[in-house]
């Protein structure tokens, strides 16, 4: 898609946005002249439905996710798909998994799904792949080779030792700051799986891989984490040009590491707080003792939003629309090989890092 059809196609958006905030992505794929064809795709994630009890659930969850289902049902241009991003369940439970399906189950097209912490650490992923299908696997979409990773797994003596239920275990991973949680990983087999079925791939061929954990080291304490990360990135390594998309972090997040772009999604149930991740200094991180918090605890959908994605010959330009706050663009910039936030802000600018209780 060309500059001024994409500004028309923005144009588009911002007309659906005035009716509401969308918490939601549309992806456009425009590789250039070599693709074939240009194309879209949506992107929803971490929805958390919770269950009460009976057919009881909490309400403000289920909002988000219709609501996000409700405008990528509107989209024009229709896109090709649209890919979930994990955590569709708060606990994991049978009742929320269904829950969350039934809801999705609205949207028109194909869906992709990739496996979430809290839809796993219940019943170790059974429920979900019953009902959904194989929690990694690949396909090749007008030239470009997608690659769904289950990046939450962790060590088999947390996940299959420590516990005494399955709930325990579950809750001790649900927590942002979780104590007695284990950092994610992709694990061996998988990145065995992976090896191979790159090496079918051509590497002028543009690779997008979803994950649900973030494939690079962002904060280990609040698991916006991959323990394999840097094996991960090396498989990645080979490819011209290589989009990581993930969920899990429910904030704006962007970076560049070597070839690979990564981009976070916004989640369509609650923002987490921002881990200060440009200091990287533990002491300049919030202190969480609460499960729920929020960046401002008296508006709920703070930070969550929609976004655009464009790939521009492999390179990600992304469009973050903020309905209660300034929109900002994350365009990647060719003179530093990165993508740069078009508004960055100097220190002196910046709200300061929030103190959370
Ligand atoms: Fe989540
Ligand atoms: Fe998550």
């Given at each position: ?20 905030s ?7 794929v ?86 979430g ?6 019943d ?10 194989p ?37 001790e ?37 979803f ?69 990287q ?42 309905p ?9 910039d ?24």
């Amino acid at each position: 898609m060309s500059r001024i059809n994409r500004r028309n196609f923005l144009k588009k958006g911002g007309a659906l946005l005035a009716a509401s905030s969308l918490p939601l992505s549309l992806v456009e794929v425009a590789f250039g002249k070599a693709a074939p064809e240009n194309f879209t795709f949506a992107y929803l994630s971490d929805s958390h439905i919770t269950h009460i009890k009976g057919k009881e659930f909490v309400r403000n969850w289920d909002r988000g996710l219709i609501r996000a289902v409700a405008e990528a049902n509107l989209l024009t241009p229709r896109p090709d798909f649209i890919f979930y991003g994990g955590d569709i369940a708060q606990l994991g439970k049978p009742e929320e998994i269904d829950h969350g399906l039934e809801l999705l189950g609205a949207l028109h097209g194909d869906l992709h799904h990739v496996m979430g912490e809290h839809d796993y650490y219940l019943d170790l992923g059974e429920h979900w792949r019953k009902h959904i299908g194989p929690d990694h696997y690949s396909f090749d979409h007008k030239g470009v080779h997608f690659v769904v990773l289950n990046s939450i797994l962790t060590y088999d003596d947390w996940t299959y030792n420590r516990w005494d239920s399955p709930m325990r275990r579950m809750q001790e991973m649900a927590r942002l700051d979780n104590p007695n949680g284990s950092p994610f990983m992709v694990g061996d087999s998988q990145r065995e799986w992976l090896r191979k079925d790159l090496d079918k791939v051509s590497k002028d061929t543009p690779v997008v891989v979803f994950s649900h954990s973030p494939l690079q080291k962002i904060y280990k304490g609040w698991n916006f984490w991959t323990e394999d990360a840097e094996q991960v990135q090396a498989l990645l390594e080979p490819f011209d040009k290589v989009t990581v998309l993930y969920g899990h972090v429910h904030q704006i997040q962007y970076n560049q590491i070597g070839n690979i772009s990564f981009n976070s999604a916004m989640a369509t149930a609650w923002p987490w707080p921002y881990p200060a991740s440009f200091t990287q200094k533990a002491s300049y991180l919030p202190k969480l003792t609460v499960d729920m918090n929020r960046a401002d605890p008296f508006f709920e959908r703070d930070a969550t939003g929609w976004q655009f994605i464009d790939l521009h010959t492999g390179d990600v330009d992304v469009h973050y629309v903020l309905p209660d706050n300034r929109n900002r663009t994350v365009a990647f910039d060719d003179s530093k090989g990165h993508p740069v936030d078009t508004e960055y802000q100097p220190e002196s600018k910046r709200i300061p890092p929030q103190t959370h209780y």
